[in-house]
Structure formats: structure tokens, C-alpha cells
Nanobody, 120 residues
């Protein structure tokens, strides 16, 4: 299973960006999908997650501003980021626990990260 993140970039404070993560590979199902981020000098942290049945969770610092969603048919999941703040500047990583029918195992997979820079 491969995850490909896209959509990062430079935006002014108050602006919006939409990140997308596309999953590909052999036969699999995405069970839990997440967006994590890592700011310079800080540890990686959870931003938002969504389960296979659509249950979402958000870190307190993004509640009301970010929305995670998924498209089961396309095997993609997105992060809509509104009202961005300079402190949202970080590399954002999509990741997911996926069950592969090839080996019957559930493993965690990571995308390559996409940089989001919010200017003040």
C-alpha cells in the first residue's frame, strides 16, 4: 500500500488549503486514516483522524477549523484546512492502518509529507 500526499503550499493567515492523500497498491481496505503534522523543532502530533465508518476526531487546536473526509470509492482522504494560523506551519503526513488481502495483515502506512507554510 502506498500513500501519496498532495496539496501543501504557502498561504496567508486566515486562508485555506486542502490536503489530499491517495492510497494505491494491491487489494486493501483503509481502516483508520489520519493526518499528523510535525513543526520545526517539535514532535509529530495528531491533527485529525477518520475511521472506516466515518467517525472523526480532531486535535483541540484544529477543532472548528479543519475537516477530515474520505472517499471510499476513490480510496482517498482529505484534510480541509480553514482559518489557517502561522502556528499551523508544519509538514503534514497522511497515514493509515490498512488491511491487505495479500498477506492478511493490518499495517500502518505513511505518505511522504507535504509542507504547509502559513505566513502572518
Amino acid at each position: 500500500v502506498q500513500l501519496q500526499a498532495s496539496g501543501g503550499g504557502l498561504v496567508q493567515a486566515g486562508g485555506s488549503l486542502r490536503l489530499s492523500c491517495a492510497a494505491s497498491g494491491s487489494t486493501f481496505s483503509l481502516n483508520l486514516m489520519r493526518w499528523d503534522r510535525q513543526a520545526p523543532g517539535k514532535e509529530r502530533e495528531l491533527v485529525a483522524s477518520i475511521t472506516i465508518d466515518g467517525h472523526t476526531t480532531y486535535a483541540d487546536f484544529v477543532k472548528g477549523r479543519f475537516t477530515i473526509s474520505k472517499d471510499n470509492a476513490k480510496k482517498t482522504f482529505d484534510l480541509q484546512m480553514d482559518s489557517l494560523k502561522p502556528e499551523d506551519t508544519a509538514v503534514y503526513y497522511c497515514n493509515a492502518w490498512a488491511f491487505s488481502t495479500d498477506d492478511g495483515l493490518t499495517k500502518r502506512y505513511w505518505g511522504q509529507g507535504t509542507l504547509v507554510t502559513v505566513s502572518s
